[in-house]
């Protein structure tokens, strides 16, 4: 990371190299036993990984999450390769990190550190920023506990801020308690003008879509070919943080409808990021269609689509129409390509939906995906029934049955580096 906690330990213009650590704690758990992700998002912070140690517990050690144990090995591994930081996948107490601290040398960080980290340096709307820094206040205001060396009895008297004894951990709390007030203040009229927005496109009409998706699943690189936007599209995790909406003019229905990029989303995101970010994730609750966008060629694509169907869930989301559109088929060898570039699959819900296979970096299967979407609009009652019939188009409103339902040899068992098409 490169925060400030990094900065007694790291030389200005050297990258923090970082030993990265997973438990498995079993019973379902998430647990990432490569540890891929965590070092995707050590990079996307500035860090390097240079080790990597994984654990198997049945619970985390009240003092030190990993253990003693475990923890003098990771301390011989600082050492080793002369780490600057420890970067955990799971969450770990203001306590647990105080203590490991301690105990490593080194400062330690979690994931949820890491992702206000990245979400940070992210964030360039006026909006985005308030939005992270008021989960980041929040984050902080739990650690509040003898963290710094300045946090000890202050003396009262003329001229002091603070009663008599105050001590100054809980000066910095009513400080950071000020500046949430503040912030959520600030972000209700962000609310307000958005959502002033959002009905102004409603009575005027307007068919929303929204793309939604795994962080780096390419959904600005989708964005960006069905628009011809100049969206920030990179291979890094959290490329895009702040919602860009756009018209997108649909041929085949000689109409526009609005496409709005949204934030990816993570397995494990911060529940206080989710909140934090309601005004943003607002756009795909109230849209009208949703295009859930997966990396054809990530081999976890299945465990990355329940992690989007539960954030859905948790903005109200869950229950709009959807298309699915499995991207980077320019990254799936032959004998991995669909058999047809449509067909139906089933959400977690139960409900099928139809899917769409595309490039975004190609620019293979556009034309279907804008016509699904025509077909989706027609199906709402929202656009006059002048398209021909593409025999390639799936219909949302009448599902195949049982046994008229094929899927092609699944994408998601491909392998392949995800990147940020």
């Known amino acids: 990371m490169s925060s400030s906690s990094h900065s007694a330990a790291t030389p200005p213009s050297e990258a923090a190299r970082a030993i990265l650590v997973g438990v498995d704690f079993g019973r379902g758990a998430p647990f990432d036993p490569t540890l891929d992700e965590l070092a995707l998002l050590a990079a996307s912070a500035g860090d390097t990984p240079v080790a990597r140690v994984t654990a198997k517990r049945q619970a985390p050690d009240a003092a030190l999450f990993v253990g003693s144990g475990k923890a003098d090995e990771i301390k011989l591994l600082v050492q080793a390769h002369g780490a600057h930081t420890v970067l955990f996948d799971q969450a770990i107490s203001p306590a647990q990190q105080r203590n490991l601290e301690r105990v490593l040398g080194v400062p330690v960080a979690d994931r949820t550190a890491l992702i206000l980290e990245i979400f940070a340096a992210r964030a360039k709307s006026h909006e985005g920023k308030l939005q992270v820094e008021l989960a980041r206040l929040q984050y902080l205001a739990s650690r509040l506990v003898r963290r710094w060396s300045h946090l000890e009895r202050q003396s009262g008297g003329i001229g002091m801020r603070g009663g008599p004894g105050e001590a100054q951990i809980e000066l910095d709390r009513r400080m950071i308690d000020d500046r949430i ?47 011809k ?8 995790l959290f490329a895009t943080l702040d919602t860009t909406t756009r018209s997108l003019y649909l041929e085949e229905a000689s109409t526009s409808v609005s496409l ?48 989007v169907e539960r954030v859905l869930e948790e903005i109200d989301a869950a229950g709009i129409p959807q298309l699915l559109v499995y991207n980077k088929l320019d990254r799936l060898e032959d004998n991995q390509r669909p058999r047809q570039p449509s067909d139906w699959m089933e959400r977690p819900n139960g409900q099928r939906v139809p899917r769409i296979f595309v490039s975004a970096l190609s620019g293979e299967g556009l034309d279907l995906l804008r016509a699904q979407i025509v077909t989706s609009m027609r199906e709402q009652g929202l656009t006059p029934d002048a398209a021909p019939h593409d025999p390639r188009l799936i219909s949302l409103a009448q599902p195949p ?21």
């Open 181 to 227: 007030k503040s912030i959520k203040e600030r972000l209700k009229k962000v609310q307000r003008q958005r959502s002033t927005q959002r009905r102004a496109r409603a009575r005027n009409g307007v068919f929303r879509v929204s793309l939604v998706g795994y962080t780096n699943a390419g959904k600005s690189t989708l964005f960006n070919a069905l628009v």
């Open 229 to 236: 936007a100049r969206t920030y599209a990179a291979d890094q």
């Open 260 to 307: 709005s990029d949204t934030v990816g989303f993570i397995r494990d995101l911060p529940h206080k990021l989710v909140e934090a970010f309601q005004a943003t994730l607002q756009e795909a609750a109230d849209a009208d269609l949703l295009l859930h966008v997966v990396d054809a060629a990530s081999p976890v694509l299945d465990e990355q689509m329940v992690e």
């Open 401 to 421: 049955h049982e046994d008229e339902w094929s899927a092609p040899p699944g994408p998601s068992e491909s392998g392949g580096q995800s990147d940020g098409q």
